[in-house]
Structures are given as structure tokens and as C-alpha cells.
């Protein structure tokens, strides 16, 4: 089983950035595919970035061009750079492993605000 914790929201203005990190312990993360998702108000939390085990990326569309997900497997961390956020990418951003297996097992951080606002 993997413990992870988030950390780097805030309080940022319009066009500006943040970085997300997430530090995994408790289990080997090489094996897992690693992913940031979001959760707005109201609304269902959803996938933003994930960088799987075998070096791939992938990325939600309202995000592509602005987000980038990367892992350093040596420090047992995934980061998200968000650039020119907007007052819509507002929300809780949780950290997920993945465990690939017939019945993926998902493992999730208590998450950290990010409040794009002036």
C-alpha cells in the first residue's frame, strides 16, 4: 500500500503558476501509474494529468499546452507545473497512484487547494 501526500496550492492570480507535489512512501512507486486529478464545487472530481510507470503522459484537454505532469522515481515524487492558470482551474487537487491489475487499485492524498483569483 502507497501513502501520499500533496503538496505547493495556494492562492495565485490569473496567468500565474504553481507547482504540485506529491511524495510517495509505503510501497516500491515505479510500478505505479501516477496521476493528478480535481474537484471543483459541485461538480465530480476528474483526471487533469497522469504519467504512467512506462514514461507516457496524458493530459485533459482543458489543460494541454498549460499543465505538465512529471515523476522523479529516485525521489518518489510526481509533480504538476501549472502555468497561466485561470479562475476555472480552481479546486482541490488530489494525487493518485494506480496499481494496474485486471481490478485497478486506486490510492489517493487528502489534497490541496489551489485558488486562481484576484
Known amino acids: 500500500q502507497v501513502q501520499l501526500v500533496e503538496s505547493g496550492g495556494g492562492l495565485v492570480q490569473p496567468g500565474g503558476s504553481l507547482r504540485l507535489s506529491c511524495a510517495a512512501s509505503g510501497s516500491p512507486f515505479s510500478i505505479y501509474d501516477m496521476g493528478w486529478y480535481r474537484q471543483a464545487p459541485g461538480k465530480q472530481r476528474d483526471l487533469v494529468a497522469r504519467?504512467?510507470?512506462?514514461?507516457?503522459?496524458n493530459y485533459a484537454d482543458s489543460v494541454k499546452g498549460r499543465f505538465t505532469i512529471s515523476r522523479d522515481n529516485a525521489k518518489n515524487t510526481v509533480y504538476l507545473q501549472m502555468n497561466s492558470l485561470k479562475p476555472e482551474d480552481t479546486a482541490v487537487y488530489y494525487c493518485?497512484?494506480?496499481?494496474?491489475?485486471?481490478?485497478?487499485?486506486?490510492?489517493w492524498g487528502q489534497g490541496t487547494q489551489v485558488t486562481v483569483s484576484s
Open positions: 504519467a504512467t510507470n512506462s514514461g507516457s503522459a
Open positions: 493518485n497512484a494506480r496499481l494496474r491489475s485486471v481490478v485497478p487499485t486506486d490510492y
